[in-house]
C-alpha cells in the first residue's frame, strides 16, 4: 500500500493488529510508530503549514488550538497523503484491522486535515461527535499521525485516553514524529492532551483522518462533549459542565426547529 510502512500491511501484520486493536483499553486502539514512508513524513513536517496560516483558530476554556482542512494551499506531499488515506484500499486495510466493516473517508473538514498548536497549546478531554451531519455518515474510527521531529518528553502534549468514568488514564501517547495512533470514537473513548509546554517556534503538529459508516442499527447520536479531569479545579469542572449542557440543548433546540448550526469548531474537535 502505497506510503505506508508495509510492516503493517502483510496478511500477517493486519491479523495481529486487529487482535492487539480488539483487545486495548481503555478504548479499542492502536499506536504505530513510523507509519509513513520516512521521506513523506519528513516533507509534511518540512513543509508543515505555519500555524498563523490555518484558517480556525480555537481559543476558550476547554481548547487551544488551530486547524484546517484546504489542502490546495499546502505542500503537494499533504494531498499525497490524502489521497493514500482516501483510498478504497486503505479503507479495506482499516476494516480488517479494527473490524469495522465498510469504512470511509470524506473530502469535508470531518474528512482530512492538519491541527496545531503553539506553545500553551491544550485540548481538555472530551468524547467526538459521532455523526458527519453534512455527509450523513456515522464517524467511527479517528486516524492522527503525529509530525514533532524534535519533540522532547517534557515539552507534554502527550495523547490521554481515559476510562468512559474518567477515574483512570489507561495511556499517555508521545506526538512523536511519524507515530500514527488509530482509536475507536464512541463513549468509550475519552481523550484530550494536556497543555503544551514548548520553545519559540515549536508546535504540536498532526495529520488527522476521520473514517465513518452508513448509519445503521445502533447508532444514536452522541454530540460532542468536554469531560472534566478529576483533578481539575472545582470551579472549572462546574462551568465546563454547564457551558456543555447549554450547548447541547441548544442544538436539540435548533434542529428540532430545522436549523443547522453544527458548525465547523464543534464538528472538528481532536487531538
Known amino acids: 500500500m502505497q ?47 505555519s500555524i498563523d496560516s490555518l484558517n480556525v483558530k480555537r481559543k476558550s476554556l476547554n481548547e ?26 486503505f479503507a479495506a486495510w482499516m476494516t480488517r484491522i479494527t473490524g469495522v466493516e465498510n ?29 458527519n451531519p453534512e455527509a450523513g455518515l456515522w464517524r467511527r474510527v479517528n486516524l492522527l499521525i503525529y509530525l514533532n521531529k524534535h519533540w522532547k518528553e517534557e515539552y507534554g502534549g502527550h495523547l490521554e485516553l481515559w476510562d468512559k468514568e474518567m477515574k483512570v488514564m489507561h495511556q499517555r501517547v508521545a506526538p512523536k514524529h511519524n507515530r500514527a495512533v488509530i482509536f475507536y470514537t464512541d463513549d468509550n473513548s475519552p481523550h484530550g492532551y494536556s497543555k503544551i509546554d514548548v520553545p519559540e517556534g515549536e508546535t504540536r503538529k498532526s495529520f ?15 454530540d460532542s462533549k468536554f469531560i472534566s479531569r478529576p483533578d481539575e479545579p472545582l470551579a472549572k469542572k462546574v462551568v465546563t459542565g454547564a457551558k456543555e449542557a447549554v450547548k447541547i440543548r441548544t442544538k436539540q433546540v435548533l434542529k428540532a426547529l430545522g436549523v443547522k448550526s453544527l458548525d465547523f469548531q464543534d464538528k472538528n474537535k481532536d487531538k
Open 103 to 131: 469504512l470511509r473517508t470524506t473530502r469535508d473538514s470531518l474528512g482530512s486535515g492538519v491541527h496545531q498548536g503553539a506553545n500553551g497549546s491544550y485540548v481538555d478531554v472530551h468524547v467526538d461527535v459521532n455523526m
Open 3 to 49: 506510503l505506508i510502512n508495509p510492516t503493517y500491511t502483510s496478511a500477517e501484520a493486519q491479523e495481529k493488529l486487529h487482535n492487539s486493536f480488539g483487545t486495548a483499553i481503555p478504548c479499542k486502539h492502536l499506536v504505530l510508530d513510523d507509519f509513513l514512508d520516512q521521506e513523506i513524513a519528513d516533507q509534511l513536517y518540512e513543509h508543515f503549514p
Open 208 to 222: 488527522y483522518t476521520y473514517f465513518y459508516t452508513e448509519i445503521g442499527e445502533g447508532f444514536k447520536y452522541r
Open 64 to 89: 487551544n488550538k488551530a486547524e484546517d482542512y484546504h489542502f490546495e494551499r499546502w505542500h503537494p506531499a499533504f494531498s499525497q497523503v490524502r489521497e493514500v488515506v482516501g483510498s478504497t484500499e
